[in-house]
């Protein structure tokens, strides 16, 4: 099989994180699982990634609760209800859905033992991803655009070829806090990616460099590991190198470091406001 040049092939999907904010459910199920009124977090986020050409997933998980049963069960053709649909005659009904799905044996789940955080999740992919660029998709941002956020970075990062590429949206000045907050120097932006001169991870009040957040879609260069290496020494509580330091190396260096508009409707599902919107356009026939 020949290669696009920047054909970006394989997307991690960390969801190893606890989930406190969705407590008590999360006590026995993994946040990403919470349905939008009839499908999954995780379900969007997955076929946002297919849409981009993305052919190998890799969900970083924590397992605590047989997170990887309940996920590969979802993407399995071999559940209760499709068995019976099917023994019914009734099988279109489950195909109808299952036909954009990733297949099983393009799911590969990699297990985080100690809740390290999103620097730790990519690292520990670092072995299927090889040497290639990469999709890193957070599934409690629910993206929804024509085409999907992740296909406008790909085409775009066509163009870039290497260094990263990251989505960002604007937030209210009282969000920034919640955020990785870019700083786009005097860029005007557009619709064209522009240049990054720095970013902060969830910034005190008053100390952020703009409001352009990154909402949750990345294509990081392989290059992204070594800056990931795990320390000898984690304080309690505390998450590993946190992607945000890597990414300010990057743009330190001579890496091309850009950051593209998102125009579509994001909804901030890690709040309970955010969901609860999503499933209002859900429900409206809106996503
Ligand atoms: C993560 C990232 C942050 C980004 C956000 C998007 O934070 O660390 O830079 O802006 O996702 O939702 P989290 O929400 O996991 O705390």
Not at 64 to 84: A, C, K, M, P, T
Not at 104 to 115: A, C, I
Request: net charge negative; hydrophobic share 40%.
């Amino acid at each position: 099989m020949t290669m696009k040049p920047s054909h970006i092939r394989k997307a991690i999907f960390p969801i190893g994180g606890t989930g406190t904010r969705f407590l008590p459910l999360t006590l026995a199920m993994p946040k990403e699982m919470i349905p939008v009124v009839d499908t999954p977090l995780l379900h969007f986020c997955v076929l946002e990634a297919i849409e981009a050409g993305c052919e190998e997933c890799i969900f970083v998980i924590s397992d605590e609760y047989n997170q990887r049963n309940i996920i590969e069960n979802y993407f399995s053709n071999n559940g209760v209800l499709e068995r019976r649909l099917r023994a019914a005659g009734k099988s279109e009904q489950a195909e109808k859905w299952r036909a954009k799905l990733p297949t099983p044996d393009t799911l590969h789940f990699v297990e985080q033992k100690h809740p390290l955080g999103l620097g730790n999740a990519i690292w520990l992919s670092r072995e299927i991803i090889g040497d290639e660029s990469f999709a890193v998709l957070l599934p409690d941002e629910l993206l929804f655009a024509k085409p999907g956020c992740l296909s406008s970075l790909v085409s775009a990062y066509r163009k870039q070829k290497n260094g990263f590429l990251v989505a960002m949206q604007q937030v209210e000045q009282e969000e920034c806090h919640r955020y990785g907050i870019l700083n786009v120097g005097d860029e005007k932006v557009a619709d064209e990616p522009v240049e990054l001169y720095g970013v902060i991870e969830k910034p005190a009040p008053g100390s952020a460099p703009s409001n352009f957040a990154i909402i949750g879609r990345y294509i990081l260069p392989a290059d992204v590991f070594k800056l990931l290496q795990p320390s000898e020494k984690v304080e309690e509580g505390k998450e590993d190198t946190p992607l945000t330091d890597a990414l300010e190396v990057l743009i330190k260096s001579s890496v091309s470091s850009r950051a593209m508009l998102f125009n579509g409707e994001r909804y901030d599902c890690g709040s309970k406001e955010g969901f609860l919107a999503a499933i209002l356009a859900r429900s409206k026939g809106a996503l």
